[in-house]
């Protein structure tokens, strides 16, 4: 059963921690991405991975970092230097074309106090 | 820039009503254009997909959207909706590269 899943579903942190979450996915996508959303937003990139060892930075990458070692991994680490952290963290794939819609796991809710 | 407008953010509909939600994008190129849905806590499915073609996309749970080239918009539409479609809403535009842009969301509540 193609996916992608995301671990875990809760994670509350400490202020001043680093905290990393997981993002797998089983379709053979070539490209990753990682939004955050929050209430009334709708949803802003963070990073995205179009092949491995390569990715670029989105509109609100500061204080977050990411790694793309194997074509279906791509964690994404919180760094303690997010000024707010707490939100919903959602990963997504697509094939590669514009035309392509991307497909999103379950996301993350990461709560930071 | 690119941009993508949800141009109310919530709208609350009786059951078996018909609903519309809103989409306008401002682009000078081709775009493709998505609709998606969220439940709470979940993470987002796709509803419809224009790509080309006839400018009436039909989708599941019986949803369908419109492309309006002239008016750069990609109303969503469903003519009787159930309480089950209550959730947020979500128009997503992308580009001719790896630029997918979404809108603030739709707060869509059907009410018995």
């Known amino acids: 059963d193609g996916g992608i899943t995301q671990s875990p579903k809760y994670l509350f942190r400490k202020e001043g921690q680093n905290v990393t979450l997981s993002c797998e996915q089983n379709?053979?996508?070539?490209?990753m991405y990682w939004y955050r959303q929050d209430p009334g937003q709708g949803l802003r990139l963070i990073y995205y991975?179009?092949?491995?060892?390569?990715?670029q930075k989105g509109d609100i990458a500061e204080g977050y970092s990411v790694s793309r070692e194997k074509k279906e991994s791509f964690p994404l680490t919180v760094t303690s230097a997010q000024k707010n952290p707490t939100a919903f963290y959602l990963c997504a794939s697509r094939v590669e074309d514009a035309g392509d819609e991307q497909y999103f796991g379950p996301g993350t809710r990461l709560t930071v106090t | 820039a690119q941009s993508v407008t949800q141009l109310d953010s919530q709208v609350p509909v009786f059951e078996e009503a018909p609903v519309e939600l809103r989409c306008n994008y401002s682009?000078?190129?081709?775009?493709?254009l998505f609709w998606y849905v969220q439940y709470p806590n979940q993470g987002l499915q796709l509803l419809l997909k224009?790509?080309?073609?006839?400018?009436l996309v039909k989708g599941i749970n019986g949803f369908e959207a419109e492309f309006n080239k002239s008016q750069t918009s990609f109303h969503l539409r469903k003519p009787s909706v159930h309480i089950s479609d209550t959730a947020e809403y979500f128009c997503a535009v992308s580009y001719n590269n790896n630029d997918m842009r979404f809108g603030a969301g739709t707060r869509l509540t059907v009410k018995p």
């Open positions: 991975s179009q092949i491995v060892n390569d990715f």
């Open positions: 682009s000078s190129v081709s775009v493709y």
């Open positions: 224009y790509l080309s073609g006839s400018t």
């Open positions: 379709l053979n996508h070539d490209a």
